[in-house]
């Protein structure tokens, strides 16, 4: 480690296998907190280089515990967290949605690091009981439409960094990876980025694999489509950019997507948008990304994707998914 570190702080990069083989050597317990916490320091200074991401990934992907979902064709909608803004959980709540529209969803989460309350955070306030019993999983997906992931069940790998990451509370290289590492390899996948860069990366990354992906980043820093301004949308086929007329919605103010400052406060506005009585804000923008994972899928056009959305949402189909899935957990 001691190599490694002497190489990054002199700005130099790492290979794809030797990241790769330093995440398998953290996972083994072969590093103490310094080291480990000195590592994530150095990468929160410096950008992250393909190569490097690409290895980390590789680990995490050989070294989590797989769940085969094939049968489902489900998609994640996942977002790398990290962007600072402090959204209510949009990417989660549009999983609901989605899943209520009649497209499967595998949703890969976490506890919040640099957020208040992360997906994890949520799912567990509103009485949703994890697990990685591969049958039940099967289970809620069939039953409910989803099935949520809490990744520390799933990268048991990772226990040596996850108390560091907490007390460091901001965003490593592990936000980064998050949508990369779903253990069930979906073939479908909607992710947030929080900056360019990462999202170009990403972009080049998904386009060696067989996915259908959109990954998207709102230029004012959102790692969602925020419908504050325009969002730059990568897919297989096409790189575009996304202003909210294009949904025929207003443009909407920061402030209106807000996400509280505590779990149970960003549960209550999640209970509040599923039962049917959020703002046409918050509504809009659950919506304008619940509505491009189902046009991910189904290959039809964001609007269309949209429209089919707004049903699930208005028509309470997204709260029956919440529902069945609390039940199934229990």
Do not use: W
């Amino acid at each position: 480690m001691k190599q490694i570190l002497n190489r990054l702080i002199n700005q130099e990069s790492i290979s794809s296998e030797e990241a790769k083989r330093v995440l398998v050597d953290i996972s083994d317990g072969k590093f103490n907190q310094s080291q480990i916490a000195s590592f994530l320091t150095i990468f929160m200074m410096r950008s992250i280089t393909l190569e490097e991401l690409q290895g980390f990934r590789d680990a995490l992907l050989e070294l989590c515990i797989p769940v085969d979902l094939s049968d489902f064709n489900a998609i994640d909608l996942c977002g790398t967290g990290g962007d600072g803004k402090d959204t209510f959980n949009i990417s989660t709540l549009a999983s609901f949605v989605t899943a209520g529209a009649g497209i499967k969803v595998a949703k890969h989460g976490n506890y919040g690091v640099s957020s208040s309350s992360g997906s994890s955070n949520v799912m567990e306030a509103l009485g949703v009981k994890f697990t990685n019993d591969v049958d039940k999983l099967k289970q809620t997906i069939d039953k409910a439409g989803i099935c949520v992931m809490h990744a520390p069940l799933f990268h048991p790998a990772m226990k040596n960094v996850a108390p560091i990451r907490k007390e460091l509370g901001v965003k490593t290289f592990f936000n980064m990876l998050g949508p990369m590492v779903n253990p069930s390899f979906p073939k479908n996948q909607m992710v947030g980025v929080f900056n360019l860069e990462l999202q170009r990366i990403y972009g080049y990354l998904y386009q060696n694999t067989d996915k259908n992906y959109s990954i998207v980043h709102a230029l004012d820093g959102y790692d969602e489509i925020s419908l504050t301004g325009n969002t730059k949308i990568i897919s297989n086929t096409t790189e575009t950019m996304l202003n909210p007329s294009d949904l025929n919605v207003r443009q909407i103010e920061q402030s209106q997507i807000f996400g509280g400052s505590t779990i149970d406060e960003a549960a209550k506005i999640f209970k509040t948008i599923i039962d049917g009585k959020g703002t046409e804000a918050q509504n809009n923008v659950v919506c304008a990304n619940a509505g491009l994972a189902i046009a991910t899928v189904n290959t039809i056009s964001h609007q269309d994707g949209f429209q089919l959305a707004k049903e699930s949402l208005e028509s309470g189909k997204a709260k029956v998914s919440l529902e069945k899935l609390i039940e199934l957990s229990k």
